[in-house]
């Protein structure tokens, strides 16, 4: 008797702890959640998804909950235990048997056929002429490359004039030429790290890598599909609303697949036409005569230019007689650096995240606090400093530039990732972050 | 029907080979217990011991990857362990588990039992059944000596191309999961090869193919699956070892190759492989329920058929794992569909269990609740792998813990809970002695506890976005909780296991104290024909060869039916059991060059990773280990009481009163 209110405690406080800790995690933002679809394509696989819960929620209690009450009704103690006396024999019962193939047949191929229908549903694509992206998985960032003159085409780098779209207009798919070039003309843009897209309209995409095969997913607005190096896989997102998005590569590509995200951002049409015609702007050249900032960040610019252009790429205006033609230094090739690649910096200040998608650009700041604002350094200009409480996030961006590796598992021994640059002083920090805030 | 009652194989020259030995026959070992006949046994049974005790081995370094991998998951952005150090330790912790665990620990079960259950004295080729031992093992320690010598593999046990290329991973930890697969891969193959003729050449008089216990149809299943998917897999082997040691390009986009041929080739071998990891599982709880029901398996033609549909189905459904690849939707449909209906065998075994607990006078002890725990931790992971079919959802799913969540309630709901059910069930039949029944429930509730406490929050977390193979993920993502619950059931499901080895431990200390009481043959009153010997086993297993007329031939001996179709005991086991006692039994000789043979593979292995110069030590090692084996006759000439002719029946034996003592039929 002493016994059983123990128990009871026991077990209620089990019970509470239990149901703390479940309200606990329902409470956490979860920003990768396939419960919470926001794009039509992952609504309708939550739909599929929805009635098939009580389906697997059926068949578990009933084969969970018969073995275990049948454990229970049937359980004979050792005390009672007879050898000898044996229940009824029963070696099976062909008819019960056949229907309890059949039944679950049944039931399965009534799952399958809408599953299908889905399966074909998410293959549809635009027809030709609205706006596609091409996603290139590279060790450990994505690169986004637009169409911009809207003709539903990528035209190929290389200027050979191969075209090709997700749906294969103008060409095929299979055609391209591996490894995929680097290089893009002046009229195509690259995007890195962060995906911009307008709301409203189905944004499809061709899907390939420049190494080895990540996998693109965007929980909230669809499925995953790999990026698969020598193949054009297509797939399409669409955000009905302004929002970010977060993705996690999810097929394990090397060291840092931890520190491969993806970010998405959905623009208002005429947001997003402003953006990509700010986009395919070339940068603002720092001037060392201009004022304490601007002087810095032409500092900035010197440095940039000596260490790190022979992988990262700004675009200048070439007709500006300061300008400077950037090319990669390297001819790049898989045997020589395994990603190929390293991102286009010209609009760095724009997006909100770098290092992969790894880190936020922009911080939150209180912007009643003078202070804070004070120490911002940059102008901390960008689309999303919408309300002006975002600065530009320099603390981080100056850890990144000293040793990059230490912020994200990276090889650059083997030619994987960013090396460190542990000789730039304070100073030169600064410098370049300056220079840096100015790419918008 | 059984090979054990022809002849001995005679030398060809018909003299007495006693006299004239042939070239390179060195005196055999001749040692019965010890070290070195542990090395050199030919013995079933002693075979099995030790698959199982390296199966245990590697599991202790398999649990600790996982524990090491959990609390480096236990909080964010934890700093335990490195990128690189992480990516290592979860493809070791998959390739061990998978490769050198739970596979190993199924040949443990197959080779000890089936020749028992079938009725016969060992294996069909005892000598090639050492050798397969030995090169799981030799392939097994060539694999985990990577940790000191350059790291573990680093590319997942799936290790996709092009990421498990020399550019792409430059260190040697993929070249020892190449070689040392290839070389325990040769040891499944003729472990296959071995089984497969033993069940279908050597069953006892009686024994028809639908009178074999469950567990054998199961193994013999397997067997062919393991027969048909091992090459595949060194075929995808090979070429990536020609690709990284000799620059080779099958995996060389920039000339032309499809990165998507590994992966076909590696889910041709590698979902056959899920199946041939879960159905000895599913053989050893087909024979503890009705044990402890105390009725006969409900459906056994259904069993049988649907572990045969299984094993058949099982080569259709590979694409299954490349739903998001870009396979292109009529694929996609096909595989959807195929691996929705192979559903439905699972289905039927799981329910026929049920209806053998249906009606049943259940004894609820360790190896019943576990085979129980079987029935309902796998059917969460059959649901679970519904939802994998449906590809749509599939392209939510894959890659994340929700696919983590599923395939542990599938290998270690189900594989390893079916072990340990075996290993409590016929723990006395091996080693003379039950495991205690307290440290059993103890061990039984907290596995429960700890793996559902472990792997039920996987589900949810996988379905809120969480990837695999990530050694880190941010505070904001919202994955704190789960993953702290998931690392502390780890470590309540690690003590737990390992409670298996302590209670074995614990159990053979106070047997001892006891004076070593016997359990007797027929310890739980069971039905298969391993109960008709002593325990522990005697070497030779029968002291004559059974006849079966039955399924379930040991218990319709124990009962009778009576004029109102009721059973009635008419014997216990241990009157009916064979004493055990028989002498000058001629059995296989043991052998140095298994083990010679075996060990000569990794040599050449570490060759072709490090220096090829070490390859020429290696062949020449192997070359005289194939040649001493080749000229070594079946037979040890040099054992007293050797004689031609039919010697498989103890002295005195007329070699056709097959007749069990007892007998009622």
């Known amino acids: 008797m002493r016994k059983f209110p123990k128990r009871r405690l026991a077990r209620t406080g089990l019970l509470v702890g239990a149901v703390a800790v479940l309200l606990s995690a329902c409470a956490e933002d979860k920003p990768l959640n396939t419960f919470e679809p926001r794009g039509p394509k992952a609504e309708a696989i939550n739909n599929l998804a929805l009635w098939i819960w009580p389906i697997m929620g059926v068949v578990f209690v009933l084969v969970v909950g018969g073995g275990i009450g049948l454990a229970i009704k049937n359980r004979v103690k050792p005390e009672d235990y007879d050898p000898d006396d044996l229940p009824e024999q029963v070696h099976g019962n062909p008819k019960l048997e056949w229907t309890w193939t059949a039944v679950p047949a049944l039931i399965l191929l009534a799952i399958t056929i809408p599953t299908i229908v889905l399966i074909w549903d998410l293959e549809e694509k635009n027809e030709p002429g609205e706006l596609d992206v091409m996603v290139i998985g590279n060790q450990w960032w994505w690169e986004y490359r637009y169409d911009i003159d809207g003709d539903g085409f990528f035209e190929d780098a290389d200027g050979d004039g191969e075209i090709y779209g997700p749906n294969g207009e103008g060409g095929d798919l299979d055609d391209v030429e591996w490894p995929l070039d680097i290089a893009l003309d002046d009229d195509d843009l690259a995007v890195p790290n962060q995906l911009v897209i307008p709301t409203g309209e189905q944004i499809d995409l061709v899907i390939t890598s420049r190494d080895v095969i990540h996998s693109f997913w965007i929980p909230r607005l669809n499925g995953k599909r790999d990026a698969v190096p020598g193949r054009m896989n297509t797939w399409s997102i669409e955000s009905p609303d302004v929002g970010e998005y977060t993705g996690w590569c999810t097929e394990f590509c090397g060291l840092s697949h931890a520190g491969m995200r993806m970010s998405v951002v959905a623009l208002e049409p005429d947001d997003f036409a402003q953006w990509l015609a700010d986009q395919s702007e070339p940068a603002d050249i720092p001037s060392a005569t201009g004022g304490e900032e601007e002087a810095l960040a032409a500092n900035g610019r010197a440095l940039f230019q000596a260490l790190c252009a022979s992988c990262h790429i700004v675009n200048e205006d070439p007709n500006d007689p300061d300008g400077v033609a950037f090319t990669y230094a390297k001819d790049f090739t898989a045997d020589e650096l395994a990603s190929g690649a390293a991102p286009d910096l010209t609009n760095f200040a724009s997006r909100a995240v770098f290092a992969g998608a790894t880190y936020s650009q922009y911080v939150e700041v209180d912007p009643d606090d003078d202070n804070l604002l004070e120490e911002v350094g940059g102008d901390g200009e960008g689309y999303l400093d919408l309300d002006g409480s975002l600065r530009f996030n320099d603390a981080a961006l100056k850890r990144w530039i000293k040793d990059a590796p230490s912020q994200k598992a990276m090889d650059p021994d083997n030619s994987l990732g960013m090396p460190a640059f542990p000789q730039l002083s304070e100073q030169d920090l600064e410098a370049l972050v300056a220079y840096l805030a100015t790419l918008d | 029907m059984a090979i054990i009652e022809n002849e001995t194989l005679a030398l060809p020259s018909g003299d007495d080979p006693a006299v004239e030995r042939p070239l390179g026959v060195f005196t055999r070992p001749r040692n019965q217990t010890g070290l070195k006949n542990w090395l050199t046994t030919v013995d079933h049974k002693k075979i099995g011991i030790m698959y199982g005790s390296a199966a245990m081995f590697f599991l202790l370094i398999g649990g600790l990857a996982a524990l090491l991998i959990r609390i480096q998951l236990a909080t964010p952005n934890n700093t335990f362990l490195s990128a690189d150090a992480y990516n290592r330790i979860f493809t070791m912790h998959g390739t061990v588990m998978v490769f050198l665990v739970v596979m190993p620990i199924g040949a443990a079960f197959a080779n000890y039992l089936m020749p028992l259950q079938v009725g016969a004295r060992d294996v069909a080729f005892p000598r090639i059944n050492a050798f397969s031992f030995w090169v799981f093992l030799a392939g097994g320690l060539m694999l985990n000596t990577s940790w000191f010598l350059g790291g573990g593999a680093d590319g997942g046990w799936f290790n996709y191309a092009p990421n498990n290329g020399i550019i792409y991973s430059p260190s040697t930890g993929i070249d020892f999961w190449n070689m040392g697969l290839m070389i325990a891969g040769i040891g499944s193959l003729t472990g296959a090869v071995n089984l497969i003729t033993t069940v279908l050449n050597m069953r006892a008089p009686g024994m028809t193919l639908m009178r074999m216990p469950v567990f ?88 049988v058929f649907s572990g045969i549909a299984i094993g058949f189905m099982g080569w259709g459904v590979w694409a299954h794992h490349m739903f998001v690849s870009g396979l292109g939707p009529l694929t996609v449909s096909g595989f959807a569909f195929a691996t929705m209906f192979i559903a439905v065998p699972t289905g039927v075994k799981v329910l026929n269990w049920l209806a053998t607990l249906w009606g049943g006078r259940l004894t609820l002890n360790t190896a019943m609740l576990f085979s129980i725990g079987l029935v309902t931790q796998f059917t969460i992971g059959g649901l679970s792998g519904v939802s994998h079919a449906i590809a749509p959802w599939d392209t939510q799913q894959t890659d994340t813990y929700y696919i983590v969540a599923h395939f542990h309630y599938v290998l270690f709901g189900g594989a390893l809970f079916g072990f340990i059910a075996g290993f409590y069930f016929w723990w006395p039949k091996v080693f003379g002695y039950k495991l205690n029944e307290a440290h059993g429930k103890f061990n039984f509730w907290g596995m429960v506890l700890g793996f559902n406490l472990t792997f039920g929050p996987m589900h949810i977390l996988g379905l809120q976005g969480m990837p695999r193979r990530m050694y880190a993920y941010d505070d904001a993502m919202g994955f704190n909780t789960w993953n702290m619950v998931a690392t502390i059931g780890s470590f309540i499901l690690a003590i737990s296991t390992l409670w298996v080895l302590v209670n074995a431990f614990i159990s053979y200390n106070r047997w001892k104290a006891a004076g070593r009481p016997d359990p007797g043959p027929d310890p739980w009153d069971a039905r298969t024909l391993e109960w008709s010997v002593q325990s522990p086993t005697p070497e030779h297993n029968f002291d004559y060869t059974p006849v079966v007329t039955d399924l379930d031939d040991f218990w319709h001996r124990k009962f009778v039916e009576d004029e109102n179709h009721r059973l009635k005991r008419v014997a216990t086991g241990a009157e009916l059991a064979q004493p055990g006692n028989a002498e000058g039994v001629h059995l296989p000789a043991p052998s140095y060059w298994p083990i010679v043979l075996a060990f000569s593979l990794p040599v050449i292995g570490y060759g072709v990773i490090f220096t090829l110069w070490l390859t020429i030590p290696g062949i020449v090692l192997m070359m005289v280990a194939l040649f001493g084996w080749a000229l070594e006759p079946a037979d040890d000439p040099d054992v007293e009481g050797h004689h031609d002719g039919d010697d498989h029946e103890p002295e005195g034996s007329d070699g056709d009163d097959h007749e069990l003592v007892g007998a009622s039929s």
């Not at chain 2, 040691?245 to 071998?269: C, E, M, R, T």
Request: proline content about 8%.
């Open chain 2, 216 to 303: 054998v149809w199961m193994t013999l299943v397997t067997q062919f699956l393991l027969l048909f998917a091992i090459p595949v897999l060194t075929v995808a082997q090979v070429l990536l070892l020609m690709d990284r040691n000799f620059g080779a390009s099958f995996f060389d986009v920039k000339l032309g190759a499809d990165p998507l041929l590994w992966q076909h080739l590696f889910w041709i071998f590698g979902h056959p492989e899920v199946y041939l990891m879960i159905l000895p599982a599913f053989g050893i709880v087909s024979e503890v329920i009705p044990a402890f029901a105390r009725k006969p398996l409900f459906g056994y033609p259904f069993m």
